[in-house]
């Protein structure tokens, strides 16, 4: 039976809103991360069956099948396809997930898979453009007139009892974490830089504490809990894995850094929206045989502090394994490339610290989830 593997995993460094990449076209940055892949590979392009690229907003320079126009730009082969893939925050996991699918069946010997999203120069929100995604029929059924991110953050944490202060211990861990990361040089080895322009992930705030984040005037709710300084960072970024079988990798001469293990989806409330990473990693858990003492990190992505920290209660995670180069509080969440991100940070570090088992979790807007368990080769 046929597996899939993960050959090799990069990504640019995040870049903050209005920073480093506002002059740089999507299509722009997906093709430095394709190009990163060939040259660390050895890699021909045109051996490559589909790229299939995720990404959230798909309009204006992110319209027009991103994932193609990036090839292109990339200067690969006409011959080689494209796709972009839509589930929301999940997008670019999702991406991985059915190259994966592809690979196992047979129908891709070689596939890419990733994401991207350039938020400064096609604002999150705006394929909307004053429609209203949801018709009466669902308004009605959830007894709501809109669905709401924010919102539902406050409402993980009233449900789970967290406190403000926790949430800002949580994000300045968070800060910390990134910048011991970047410090020690753990992230060297997944990034690609873009020469002259970033070097390393560009949100992080040294010296963030929960004194400077108690100052933060909460964004959703007056009497609320959630602020700037403990939600994800609107982010530019992009991300690419090179996904095939182990005995083509061999063929190759690749040496595969991890097997993509099991991927599972779930979803849950789209009213509080936030909370179905708890049923994704139980049902991968349980698909794979495995316990969360089993996992030596999880990649939880930190649209909102109170996203990991409910996970963390329902789970029974240790702090050790939660987040441990930091998350998206710290160094930003550019929509449709976090998943290829959080996976490519992932799986470096179960390579640098010999770790078996890893899985990574998302929360996606509409109430849905993705897990993905990775297992070291």
Known sequence: MRDAVIVDAVRTPVGRRKGAYAEIHPGDLTAHVLNALVERNDLDPALVD???????????????????????AAGWPTSVPSTTVDRRCGSSQQAVAFAAAGVISGQYDIAVAGGVEAMTRVPM????????????????????????QGLGAEMVAE?????????????ARSHE?????????????????IEGVLAT?????????????SGLKTVFKEDGVIHA?????????????LVTTSEIAKQHGWTPMARIHTTVLAGDDPVIMLTAPIPATQKALAKAGLSVS???????????????????AEMGASDDVLNPLGGAIAVGHPLGGSGAVLMTRLVHHMRD?????????????????????????
């Open 159 to 171: 449900k789970w009892g967290l406190s403000r202060t926790q949430l800002d211990e949580y994000s």
């Open 294 to 312: 089993d996992i030596g990190a999880f990649e939880v992505n930190e649209a909102f502090a109170p996203v990991p920290l409910a996970w963390q």
């Open 50 to 72: 589909d790229v299939v690229w995720g990404c959230v907003t798909q309009v204006s320079e992110q319209s027009g099948n991103i994932g193609r126009v990036g090839l292109l």
């Open 229 to 241: 300084g403990n939600s994800s960072q609107i982010s530019d970024g992009t991300g690419a894995l």
């Open 125 to 148: 929100g705006s394929n909307v453009a004053g429609g209203r995604p949801y018709p009466d029929s669902v308004h009605e059924r959830f007894g709501v007139d809109g669905f709401n």
């Open 177 to 193: 974490r990134a910048a011991a990361a970047i410090d020690s040089g753990a992230l060297d080895a997944q990034l690609a830089p």
């Open 353 to 377: 610290n010999g770790i078996r088992y890893g899985l990574q979790t998302m929360c996606e807007a509409g109430g849905q989830a993705n897990a993905t368990i990775l297992e070291l080769l």
């Open 201 to 213: 992930d560009e949100g992080l705030r040294r010296g963030t504490s929960v004194e400077t984040l």
